[in-house]
């Protein structure tokens, strides 16, 4: 089945209700029925093909959220193409590897973001694709689409440093609307207040698709802005919340009285992305009276475990395999652990997807019969609950955002005066982790420069908190640096 059909209760059905409100970082809203939705992304559909885009096609998009990221991935659905999000904080760098990859016939931008899309690469205006959408009939366009189809190709690490993209199909997207739709009670009374990037499977597979699948109503915002936060909560009053470890951080800083009441609304606060503390977990029910639901996925399945709705939500878990997935966890031979052991968990369902774009190597190391290696490490109690240990790789995830240590090596080790350099994720509190390097520099190594040079080449959450200079790097024998041996980082 493909989306479309999941959709169509709230596009078709309920094309006079309210379906969305947006507001933007400066204030300003926008209100919009599932017709006035159906209708844009008929138009945006009609223009698209009038540009020569059609079924399988890669049609990129770099652009902080707003509604026309919402009508661009209803055309995209409708038209059968494959919708590459890229991050918003992404610079050319990054943004080169990924368009050099996918290879979109276009990127959908902005003015104030078109500056850091590399050169050769077709971009498109998002107002002006607005502004020509605006002149197109309203009839629907669908090309059609089933379970194999790919609609996303989404960039992640995976198990390794070099990012690629995670070929997603209707199929894998529909499996995971629908059971988190039906696990976690949506019904089209609820109101989903989305905070979180269009441009990363959280907000987007879960978000907006439990949002159109089940039709209730959403308020988006452009971004989340901890400053805001309580009076969109108490504006808003919503029944569900989701969110990374981060924002439930920054949601502690609410007084107790308008959190007791925002908790008196909220039905229903999933937590996911990066390991929630079991301490967060217990402050957020003390104070919003709501016990949060913690789940686990990756880009490459979407969610596979989740602590139940209705029985225990277990602090430091992320509970049971949902009904679509099956869960094993294997040691280092490949054999199953016993329960409470560790080892590497492997999943299977119709929500994971069947490969990388154009990575056959990757590809094959990844899946065996079936099963996707996650590179999480985790144990299994006896009652069935899972918990998260760890990664095999030297993943950093910082406010629920990956960053792959090697990238930023890379660039550090392009700066003059930089002999040696290794970074490593290191606590915080809002964030979970942040990255902090290790370099091991000669005479006329410019600091100020470093900092220039990583800000102008990597996102703004990969930039590291702290450049700490060390004689040597520890390392093996082999030569391989022992990032556990590192001296530690003193905040101040
Ligand atoms: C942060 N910034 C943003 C955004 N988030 N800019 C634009 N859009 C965003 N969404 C920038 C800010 O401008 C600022 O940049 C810097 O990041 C930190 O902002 P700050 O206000 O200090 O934020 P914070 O309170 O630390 O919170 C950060 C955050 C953000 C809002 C929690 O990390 C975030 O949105 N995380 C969501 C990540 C996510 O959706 N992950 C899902 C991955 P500057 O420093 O230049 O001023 S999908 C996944 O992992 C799997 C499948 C799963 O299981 O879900
Ligand atoms: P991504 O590659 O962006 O899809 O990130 C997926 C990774 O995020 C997973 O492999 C996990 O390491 C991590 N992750 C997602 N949810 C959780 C969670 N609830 N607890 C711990 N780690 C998580």
Redesign the pocket.
């Known amino acids: 089945m493909s989306l479309l059909p999941l959709f169509d209760p709230s596009l078709l059905g309920r094309a006079a209700t309210p379906a969305l409100e947006f507001e933007r970082s400066d204030g300003t809203r926008l209100a919009l029925t599932f017709g006035d939705l159906e209708a844009r992304s008929n138009r945006l559909a009609h223009t698209l093909r009038a540009r020569g885009l059609k079924r399988g096609d890669r049609l990129a998009f770099f652009l902080?959220n707003r509604v026309d990221l919402i009508d661009l991935w209803l055309a995209g659905v409708k038209l059968g193409l494959i919708i590459v999000p890229t991050n918003?904080?992404y610079r050319e760098r990054e943004l080169r590897h990924i368009l050099t990859d996918a290879e979109p016939t276009a990127v959908v931008t902005s003015g104030d973001l078109a500056a850091f899309i590399p050169a050769g690469v077709a971009v498109w205006d998002v107002d002006q694709l607005a502004a020509d959408a605006a002149k197109q009939p309203a009839d629907r366009v669908a090309v059609a689409c089933g379970d194999q189809t790919p609609v996303s190709l989404i960039y992640t690490s995976g198990t390794t440093g070099a990012s690629k993209g995670a070929v997603l199909t209707h199929g894998n997207f529909v499996a995971n609307a629908r059971t988190l739709v039906v696990d976690w009670r949506f019904t089209s009374a609820d109101r989903y207040l989305c905070t979180?990037?269009l441009f990363?499977?959280?907000?987007l597979g879960n978000g907006i698709h439990c949002w159109l699948a089940s039709g209730c109503h959403m308020r988006l915002t452009e971004?989340?802005?901890?400053a805001k936060a309580a009076g969109w909560f108490e504006e808003y009053q919503p029944t569900v919340f989701f969110g990374?470890p981060?924002?439930f951080i920054?949601l502690l800083e609410i007084p107790l009285e308008r959190a007791q009441a925002i908790g008196r609304r909220l039905r229903l606060a999933v937590s996911?992305?990066a390991p929630l503390p079991a301490e967060i977990h217990e402050k957020f029910r003390e104070r919003y009276g709501s016990v949060i639901l913690e789940r686990?996925?990756?880009?490459e399945t979407l969610m596979n475990i989740g602590n139940p709705y209705a029985a225990e939500r277990r602090p430091g878990t992320v509970g049971l395999p949902f009904s679509h997935v099956e869960v094993k966890i294997l040691d280092e031979v490949g054999a199953p652990v016993a329960d409470g052991a560790t080892g590497e968990l492997w999943v299977r369902g119709t929500n994971v997807c069947d490969g990388y774009w154009r990575r056959p190597d990757a590809t094959a190391a990844a899946w065996r019969e079936g099963w996707f290696r996650t590179g999480d490490i985790g144990s299994r109690a006896a009652d069935g609950y899972i918990t998260l240990q760890g990664r095999r790789s030297d993943l950093i995830i910082s406010?629920?955002?990956?960053i792959y240590p090697r990238e930023i090596e890379e660039v550090i080790l392009e700066q003059p005066g930089v002999r040696e350099a290794t970074v490593v994720g290191r606590p915080d509190p809002?964030?979970g982790e942040v990255p902090v390097a290790y370099v091991v520099v000669v005479a006329d190594f410019d600091e100020a420069a470093l900092k220039v040079r990583l800000g102008a080449q990597l996102a703004?959450?990969k930039l590291p908190r702290a450049y700490v200079r060390v004689e040597s790097l520890p390392r093996t024998a082999l030569g391989k640096i022992q990032k556990h041996l590192l001296p530690p980082w003193k905040t101040s």
């Open positions: 902080a918003v904080l979180l990037p990363h499977v959280h907000g971004r989340f802005e901890h990374v981060a924002m920054r996911g992305s686990y996925g990756m880009t406010g629920g955002f990956n809002v964030r703004s959450f």
